[in-house]
């Protein structure tokens, strides 16, 4: 299968994106407390009942913590899906129609590219209203431009090839081109969309921390900044169950989802 | 070659060392030549006092920035006709004053021998003087509209006429109107953009030496002729410090007034080197409602949605301790206008959703929100970004009862702005100067009136509007009688706790920390420095405090 051609840092790596995958998903049932809940004593230090401690709110720091990982996690993979998606059909209408669409889709792009893209995103998300949708939207119409970029000068190369000029020969539409080159695009695909998700998460990390998006939801960013914010993290050793469990998740996610893509030889 | 060079250098360094050595010796030399207290002098070390502030701007009267903090440090060199203390009300360049029995003239007598840092004494010329001046440049801090005219009866006596009685003219305007040297701002056509060495002369207890415009660094010197006596410390470091509480234990200040409440506690418990005194923050949390909103109209809606807030619960996890719980009533429970005979609210979400049935708002199509005339009670709140756990916290308290919150956080001025343009549906937003006299309740009152106040409560739009609460507000800016202007205000209160124009949720306390080893003595005043300024700089502890270092 797939994975026994991967290396041993891939294996590991993409055991470690399941694992994130796996917690994401049950988090709903493994979540001590309901995030919405702050009645229990305000920062406890851990103990069987709070894995993690409370925060000074009273809520369950493990409990955000998994929350975390579910609105993390499907910011990425959505965003990761929705970005490719779009970078990749652009490509396909950009090298099948040439001239004037390929040039306006292209300025776009290099527009886009020029501006960093956390800029822009941020821009966005303040003057949206404060949903998790608008803030995955954002993300998306924003960062496709790499993928583009990266596919179309694949298709490119590929448009000289017998196989799509007897395509264009017996007057085949862009769908047929689709089908005949969509497994020579497969790693481009790939590859970008694990970028996309890695670019996601960082992002959605960004914005929460800067207060930006929903902000009652509670994710990796929000419990860092409200880490940041609390004025004594530095004594009792709070920094190790309130601030680093965050950090180190936010970490670890981002660095797997790397040494995926790297190309190792 | 090499062994040369080092030998220059270093001949060059203890030459140098030996220059500064010198230049210090004579300067210390020197000292005692000139001053003549300087044998006594000698004896003590440099007082230097060292304390957190923020950058509020060059701090004469009209560079600096409009904020309270702004004006004290202004009121550092600046000294009005009246001041405050613990206590309440003192003389400061007015000894004593007397009233005229319809209370429009006041009649102050201003203290001999008190002179400008630059040598020209204080006359009634220079009072009148600085009324006029105010009158005729608009001055953010105070307003001196209601002062008619303003006499200069010999050297030493001032007569004031006011337009129409004022009962608040003491505290609010005598006790706020800086006293300027009339020799050097009378020429001065652009006070804003007065920022020169003559602009900071006054005869206020401290001299500025110099400010840093880029870092905020103000170092004031002693006046060493101030007329109230001896200042204890010769020299005042204010600057802006990021860890106040780290730079007050690592000894690089001795006075942390920015200090948070949670790190002051924390302080106190570790360490009993240090003192944390605690004061009424005089700043008020309120939710705003937009009453062009028709539900909102509804008293009933209101109360429910306060009867559905828990107040202990907010002040203890949303603001860690560190405020009182909000008084239906508006007025703080501390203040000496505070009435208890208001309308209370005890958290009960039974209350809140009978009293919502009781005007027909149900949820009638089970999406978990109530409706009103078929249209969900679902809102926008707007918070300040530092207040997301309070919006938190209310989100859910207003769910429990069906009202449906989205949070947007933004920044303080923005929401401030929204506001005062009635662009908003449900806000969160404070202010200060939330103490003194009741004239703050201005406010909630629909039409123009004689009263005089900073502007921050202003919210535009539709607004709420009882004729009642109008009248009677009227009434006491006049009353003068205190028991029954007391009786009135409280009338208020009671109104303002029925109808509930605003949810008063919570007010802030105020919080410093100091070293008491090297300058002790640091208090609260009464209703605030100045107009309500919560902090800690009032520039009597200058004079008053007590130097143990």
Not at chain 2, 96 to 123: Q, V
Not at chain 2, 368 to 390: A, C, H, M, R, T
Request: with cysteine; glycine share 6%.
């Amino acid at each position: 299968m797939i994975i026994k051609n991967l290396s041993r840092t891939k294996r590991i790596c993409s055991f470690i994106i399941f694992i994130y995958i796996v917690i994401a998903i049950i988090s709903n049932f493994i979540m001590p407390f309901s995030i919405d809940d702050f009645s229990s004593e305000i920062l406890q230090t851990p103990s069987f009942k709070h894995i993690l401690g409370t925060d000074e709110m009273g809520h369950d720091l493990f409990s955000l913590l998994l929350n975390g990982f579910k609105i993390s996690i499907l910011i990425s993979i959505i965003s990761g899906i929705l970005s490719t998606t779009i970078g990749v059909i652009l490509s396909f209408v950009s090298c099948y129609y040439k001239g004037i669409i390929d040039n306006t889709i292209c300025h776009i792009a290099n527009l886009l590219i020029i501006i960093p893209e956390i800029i822009i995103i941020m821009f966005f998300a303040i003057f949206a209203s404060p949903t998790m949708i608008n803030t995955i939207l954002a993300i998306v119409f924003f960062s496709w431009t790499k993928v583009f970029k990266m596919a179309r000068s694949k298709l490119m190369g590929y448009m000289d090839k017998n196989k799509v000029k007897y395509t264009f020969l017996i007057k085949g539409n862009i769908f047929d081109i689709f089908k005949k080159l969509y497994y020579d695009l497969y790693p481009v695909v790939i590859t970008s969309f694990i970028l996309q998700c890695n670019k996601a998460v960082m992002y959605e990390t960004t914005l929460s921390f800067f207060g930006i998006g929903d902000p009652l939801s509670k994710t990796w960013g929000k419990l860092i900044k409200s880490a940041m914010n609390y004025e004594n993290l530095f004594y009792d050793n709070v920094i190790f169950w309130y601030l680093f469990p965050p950090v180190i998740c936010v970490f670890i996610y981002i660095l797997s989802l790397s040494l995926l893509i790297f190309d190792e030889k | 070659m090499k062994k040369f060079i080092s030998l220059i250098i270093i001949l060059l360094l203890s030459l140098s060392l030996a220059a500064c050595d010198t230049a210090g010796q004579t300067e210390k030399t020197e000292q005692p030549m000139t001053s003549e207290q300087g044998l006594k002098k000698t004896a003590r070390e440099e007082r230097v006092l060292r304390m957190d502030g923020d950058n509020l701007g060059y701090p004469s009267v009209f560079t600096s920035s409009p904020k309270g903090r702004g004006y004290l440090l202004v009121s550092f060199t600046f000294d009005t006709l009246v001041w405050k203390d613990e206590t309440g009300v003192i003389p400061l360049i007015a000894k004593d004053w007397s009233i005229s029995d319809d209370n429009k003239t006041y009649t102050f007598n201003l203290n001999e021998n008190i002179k400008f840092t630059d040598g020209t004494p204080l006359t009634a010329e220079d009072v009148k003087f600085s009324f006029d001046y105010l009158k005729e440049h608009p001055y953010q801090w105070v307003s001196v509209a209601p002062v008619e005219q303003v006499t200069a009866v010999d050297e030493k006596t001032v007569q004031i006429v006011l337009n129409e009685v004022y009962v608040p003219f003491v505290t609010d305007i005598a006790g706020n109107v800086p006293i300027m040297p009339k020799h050097i701002w009378e020429n001065v056509t652009e006070p804003e953009k007065f920022n020169t060495k003559e602009a900071i002369v006054g005869s206020g207890p401290l001299i500025l030496e110099s400010y840093d415009k880029e870092s905020g660094v103000y170092i004031y010197n002693a006046n060493k002729d101030y007329f109230m006596g001896e200042v204890q410390i010769d020299k005042l470091i204010m600057s802006s410090v990021k860890n106040t509480k780290e730079a007050l234990v690592a000894d690089e200040i001795d006075m942390a007034s920015n200090v948070k409440y949670g790190e002051a506690m924390k302080l106190k418990e570790e360490n009993s080197k240090y003192k944390v005194i605690e004061g009424p923050g005089l700043w008020v949390g309120r939710l705003y409602f937009n009453f062009g909103i028709e539900e909102l109209n509804i008293k009933e809606v209101r109360q429910a949605m306060y009867y559905a807030i828990n107040r202990d619960e907010l002040v203890q996890k949303a603001l860690k301790g560190a405020a009182e719980v909000g008084n239906p009533g508006h007025i703080h429970p501390t203040s000496e206008w505070y009435s208890s005979d208001i309308k209370n609210y005890d958290y009960d979400t039974e209350t809140a959703i009978e009293l919502l049935t009781s005007v027909g708002i149900t949820d009638t199509n089970e999406n978990g929100i109530v409706e009103y005339n078929g249209k969900d009670l679902s809102y926008e709140f707007i918070v300040p970004e530092e207040q997301v756990p309070l919006a938190e916290l209310i989100t859910k308290y207003l769910g429990d009862i069906g009202i449906k919150l989205e949070v947007k956080a933004m920044d303080q001025n923005t929401i401030a702005s929204l506001i005062k343009e009635g662009k908003f549906t449900l806000a969160f937003n404070g202010h200060g100067s939330f103490g003194g006299d009741p004239v703050l309740l201005k406010g909630f009152v629909s039409e123009e009136t004689a009263a005089s106040t900073p502007q921050v409560t202003t919210q535009g739009g539709q607004n709420w509007h009882n004729e009642e609460f109008n009248t009677i507000f009227n009434q006491q800016i006049v009353e003068l009688d205190r028991e029954k202007r007391y009786e009135l205000v409280g009338k208020l209160q009671n109104i303002i706790s029925d109808e509930l124009p605003t949810l008063t949720l919570y007010y802030k306390k105020s919080i410093s920390a100091y070293n008491p080893e090297v300058f002790d003595g640091w208090f609260f005043t009464k209703d605030g420095v100045s107009l309500a300024v919560p902090t800690i700089h009032n520039k009597l502890i200058f004079v008053r405090g007590q130097w143990n270092k």
